[in-house]
């Protein structure tokens, strides 16, 4: 069974940071790519960015770009999204995915609240 523990939201200031954690269990984890979206109250879940397998680039969506990064570590079955200069904007819930044989697989995700 796909199953995926989050960690680490919070409320933190405007430029603050926070770095969210995602334990995974139930796939082989070295073998697919991770991503991390999130969803704020009223809009749809965007995707904020992904991890590739083979090689642990990561990949992001413009609003995000060159303040979070995404990380793994294939031993401990972790995916990470440290994130830096927050602004009140990013304030969302933040969710981990895999997909699967065409199947999504969701985190339950963590809340992210960021003051102005």
């Known amino acids: 069974e796909v199953q995926f523990v989050e960690s680490g939201g919070g409320l933190v200031q405007t430029g603050g940071s926070l770095r969210l954690s995602c334990e995974v269990s139930?796939?082989?984890?070295?073998?697919?790519?991770i991503g991390w979206f999130r969803q704020a109250p009223g809009k749809e879940r965007e995707e904020v960015g992904c991890?590739?397998?083979?090689?642990?680039?990561?990949y992001y969506a413009d609003s995000v770009k060159d303040r979070f990064t995404i990380s793994r570590d294939n031993v401990k079955n972790t995916v990470y999204l440290q994130m830096n200069s927050l602004k009140p904007e990013d304030t969302a819930v933040y969710y981990c995915?895999?997909?699967?044989?065409?199947?999504?697989?969701w985190g339950q995700g963590t809340q992210v609240t960021v003051s102005s």
């Open positions: 995915n895999v997909v699967i044989w065409s199947r999504d697989y």
């Open positions: 991890i590739t397998s083979s090689d642990g680039r990561g």
């Open positions: 139930g796939f082989n984890f070295d073998d697919y790519v």
